[in-house]
């Protein structure tokens, strides 16, 4: 699993307007902050936007500031809109080799190992807000409990 560029800056960004929530930022700031060229930090508030993640304000004051607030951001709202899940249902068209589809659309061994893994990282994305991360509570990930290998078993009991 790879973060991409865009994922990386834009949670960058979406974490520089919590903690300054109720100040709005230009472009310039989020160049100055992340070492960002002018235009890749609009184009990462563009993608933020139509999200409805972030706003722009016109005027004197203006730039960009949270469309809500950051308790009620999650991570995965932030990811989605910056990427895909680390399972979509275009995953198996992407690594289909030379034809149309998968060779192994019909027995595949792999795309339940995916959705798993896909299924446990949404779970966490879930779960943590951009407030957690903004103010370091990350108490979301202490309570998942991973299960050790070869016990099938939840740890709950």
Request: glycine share 8%; hydrophobic share 40%; proline share 3%.
């Amino acid at each position: 699993m790879k973060i991409t560029a865009l994922e990386e800056y834009g949670l960058r960004c979406m974490l520089l307007l919590a903690k300054s929530y109720g100040n709005t930022l230009t472009l310039s700031d989020f160049s100055q902050r992340e070492r960002l060229s002018i235009p890749y930090a609009g184009k990462l508030l563009m993608i933020l936007k139509k999200a409805r993640l972030v706003k722009a304000v016109r005027g004197r004051n203006g730039g960009y500031a949270l469309s809500k607030e950051a308790s009620e951001i999650y991570l995965k709202e932030i990811f989605y809109a910056l990427g895909e899940p680390v399972f979509s249902p275009s995953h198996c068209q992407r690594y289909s080799g030379d034809e149309e589809t998968c060779v192994h659309t019909s027995d595949c061994s792999v795309r339940d190992i995916w959705i798993g893994v896909g299924g446990l990282i949404e779970n966490v994305m879930e779960r943590i807000t951009l407030a957690d991360i903004a103010s370091g509570n990350l108490e979301a990930i202490k309570n998942i409990q991973a299960v050790p290998a070869g016990n099938k078993q939840s740890s709950e009991t």
